[in-house]
């Protein structure tokens, strides 16, 4: 079954990817490696108000896992914008997850879960990555960004 | 017009590159790829005062973005001290942005900016890079720090 | 002399590395760059207490280096389990130290040195590496985490 099939048959509808309204883009493609730019959780451009704010304090977990895998639906739409064809991925190389977190909230992996659960949904075993989670202070205070390194076939 | 005639209409004059004084090297290339690591917004080796301390705090937004432009600067004399000639570059592949914002402060892009039009200005189309911005506390509490990838001719 | 007989001499004995319990993998190979996940100073698989904390409060310099050279050990065993063999090692490209330090603690870089000098003694030239150091909050409170590139031969 291809990626766009299953993308389909999980019933995710690619947003229009995000355009920086900026002097940067949102992938650069050197060699065989997609370098995709951080995603924030936005949904029509916008940040919704449950994923605005920090994990522990204004968004509670639940919605923190949902702002994580908001990211990976954007990064899903930049690599959709850059090929053509999600079937073009051989591999999810890495993920950076930026978790804006409460001082006192620590498990910050299990929010970071959104998204690679989400990568691996879709793309299977191609959909395992490296991955990196920290905290961090993050632009419009959302909830959650993720960057990716992908590696195109 | 060559990058480097370009550099000097545009006045800008390379610092000597910073390096490292511990175990760790300005510049690796691997394949075509070369990792700059982390630039702070020194200035003959020293921090500024005007650039140092949290943005939205003590570092106001004007400064905060000049503080970024410095970041690139650095980022370019470690280019041009790698490659010997600004014109080998190929393409500026990615940038990472640490901003040491107050809490209250969440248009960090706004100051990662101040890196990124040096790139567009400088290198036109090649300098249009992906970007990651974030907050983050920093060494010697610099307003921002800037990591590059940089693919080579 | 061998990496591997180096290891030995220097009396380090690599962990079993740490499986991520999660939808990722604590490295992935692309051409003949390896990415490594971010790596905390977990010590059989628990994080120890004088590595828990922000430095410069409850972790204080010394147990925040310390920190620093077990995410690099984790590191170096995840290139064992990645490679089988250390001496496949042609460059360590890049380290990204996230450092979780108290607001008024700013020497960051000092603490991550703890990573980048094992990563010379160990591999000599090769170990020279990139370098970008930054402050974070991090999963479990951990002092330090630890991420790299590595390009094999």
């Given at each position: ?17 995000v355009?920086p ?16 730019s951080g995603q924030l959780p936005l949904v029509?451009g916008q940040l919704p108000?449950?994923f605005k ?14 702002a994580a895998?908001q990211c990976a639906i954007n990064v ?22 930026f978790?804006n ?37 993050l632009p419009m205070s959302a909830a959650v960004e993720v960057e ?6």
């Amino acid at each position: 079954m291809s990626i766009e099939t299953r993308l389909k048959d999980m019933g995710i509808i690619l947003p229009v990817p995000v355009v920086p309204v900026a002097n940067y883009v949102p992938f650069v493609l050197t060699g065989s490696l997609l370098v995709i730019s951080g995603q924030l959780p936005l949904v029509d451009g916008q940040l919704p108000a449950p994923f605005k704010g920090q994990i522990g304090a204004e968004v509670d977990e639940a919605n923190g896992r949902a702002a994580a895998r908001q990211c990976a639906i954007n990064v899903i739409a930049q690599i959709k914008a850059a090929t053509g064809d999600l079937d073009h991925v051989k591999r999810i190389v890495r993920l950076g997850g930026f978790i804006n977190a409460a001082p006192s909230f620590t498990t910050l992996p299990a929010i970071m879960n959104g998204a690679s659960d989400l990568m691996v949904d879709l793309f299977g075993e191609a959909g395992r990555h490296a991955r990196t989670t920290v905290g961090a202070h993050l632009p419009m205070s959302a909830a959650v960004e993720v960057e990716a390194m992908v590696e195109l076939k």
